[in-house]
């Protein structure tokens, strides 16, 4: 039923340093920094991953390895730094990709983010290549 349990595993952190933020289940943290930040479920966050005042919501499925076309697989990649976000449903953030929101950006909008009032917006299965940098960098 849809009030029924999950069944989804627990949060599994590996050598994660996390502050003042919650995780669903299922969620999987390596190696990451994590502060002031929400995490939905099924979400994947790789190694040396920094995510603080964000919000990353869930994933609807688990993935093994990411679709030849995509290139990048559903999470946030290794080495990504997410500041002042908002990733939506399904997102694939690659390596190295910097997204962080300030009060002095102006609003813009994009092919698979915006901007809104100071905040990054990543759209629901967008694709954020692999050392792309949005925002305030």
């Known amino acids: 039923s849809y009030t029924g349990g999950g069944r989804l595993p627990g949060v599994r952190m590996v ?4 502050r003042h933020s919650t995780h669903g289940s299922g969620t999987r943290i390596e190696r990451a920094v994590i502060r002031n930040g929400i ?3 099924r979400r994947r966050i790789r190694p040396s ?3 603080e ?3 990353v ?8 390895e990411p ?9 946030i990649g290794r080495n990504a730094r997410i500041s002042q976000a908002i990733i ?5 953030i690659g390596k190295n990709v910097v997204i962080q929101g300030s009060h002095k950006l102006p609003n813009k909008d994009g092919e698979r983010y915006a901007i809104r009032d100071g905040i990054g917006v990543v759209f629901k299965d ?3 290549p692999n050392n792309t940098h949005i925002g305030d960098v």
């Open 15 to 18: 050598d994660a340093k996390v």
């Open 49 to 51: 991953a920094g995510i």
């Open 126 to 128: 967008a694709v954020i």
């Open 39 to 41: 995490n939905g479920i």
């Open 57 to 64: 919501l869930g994933s609807d499925y688990f993935e093994a």
């Open 53 to 55: 005042r964000a919000i």
């Open 67 to 75: 679709p030849e076309e995509a290139g990048v697989a559903i999470g």
């Open 88 to 92: 939506d449903h399904n997102a694939r």
